[in-house]
């Protein structure tokens, strides 16, 4: 079971662009299903956006156009490349690896973004 690590996180301004990077422990090869994860201040967590081992994705809608999710299965690395971001981006982030979608998986410890306007 691979250990996960984000970062990349940090204060921006509206409109602007982050790197979150989740580095994993372990192989990621074999690893069918991983997402990245928003939790904003009062909300439950939600899905933002998700990759499988064969390359498909899926987004929240509210991210659609902006976000970007891929993985370097070579360097064991998930990202999200976030632009044009917006106040109502702000939250902690975490990469999960596992289950699809809500069950059960293995995360990381998260790491904050937040989005001035």
């Known amino acids: 079971q691979v250990q996960l690590v984000e970062s990349g996180g940090g204060l921006v301004q509206a409109g602007g662009s982050l790197r979150l990077s989740c580095a994993a422990s372990?192989?990621?090869?074999?690893?069918?299903?991983m997402g990245w994860y928003r939790q904003a201040p009062g909300k439950q967590r939600e899905l933002v956006a998700s990759?499988?081992?064969?390359?498909?994705?899926n987004y929240v809608n509210s991210v659609k156009g902006r976000f970007t999710i891929s993985r370097d299965n070579a360097k064991n690395t998930l990202y999200l490349q976030m632009n044009s971001l917006k106040p109502e981006d702000t939250g902690v982030y975490y990469c999960?690896?596992?289950?699809?979608?809500?069950?059960?998986?293995?995360w990381g410890q998260g790491t904050q973004v937040t989005v001035s306007s």
């Open positions: 990759i499988t081992n064969s390359g498909g994705t």
């Open positions: 999960k690896s596992g289950g699809f979608g809500y069950a059960p998986g293995t």
């Open positions: 372990g192989s990621i090869f074999s690893i069918i299903f």
